[in-house]
Nanobody
Framework: QVQLVESGGGLVQPGGSLRLSCAAS????????MAWYRQAPGKQRELVAV???????NYADSVKGRFTISRDNAKNTMLLQMNSLKPEDTAVYFC?????????WGQGTQVTVSS
């Protein structure tokens, strides 16, 4: 019943920007913690950014100062604004929502940073 749909990925040159979106349905959106993860071929899955139900945020050291996570509870949507992109940001980005022992994932969206 729970569905998460990511969008906004694509190809961008180094130094460029993208904005990822995660649209959620089937959950009490405002009560969940939310996060973006990413995984590149041959690498471990990495937590990129998190925003709690209370609005607190945290970021991986590799993206601090460049990425911004936000949520719009009225629209059941989470965003990841990605600026000053680097080739090492290339990965599949996944939306995650969680509350207690419950956890849900989106299908992922590809981000490629290349000249």
């Amino acid at each position: 019943q729970v569905q998460l749909v990511e969008s906004g990925g694509g190809l961008v040159q180094p130094g460029g920007s993208l904005r990822l979106s995660c649209a959620a349905s089937g959950i009490a959106f405002s009560s969940y913690n939310m996060a973006w993860y990413r995984q590149a071929p041959g690498k471990q899955r990495e937590l990129v950014a998190v925003i709690t139900s209370g609005g607190s945020t945290n970021y991986a050291d590799s993206v601090k100062g460049r990425f911004t996570i936000s949520r719009d509870n009225a629209k059941n949507t989470m965003l990841l604004q990605m600026n000053s992109l680097k080739p090492e940001d290339t990965a599949v980005y996944f939306c995650n929502v969680a509350r207690g022992y419950r956890e849900y994932w989106g299908q992922g969206t590809q981000v490629t940073v290349s000249s």
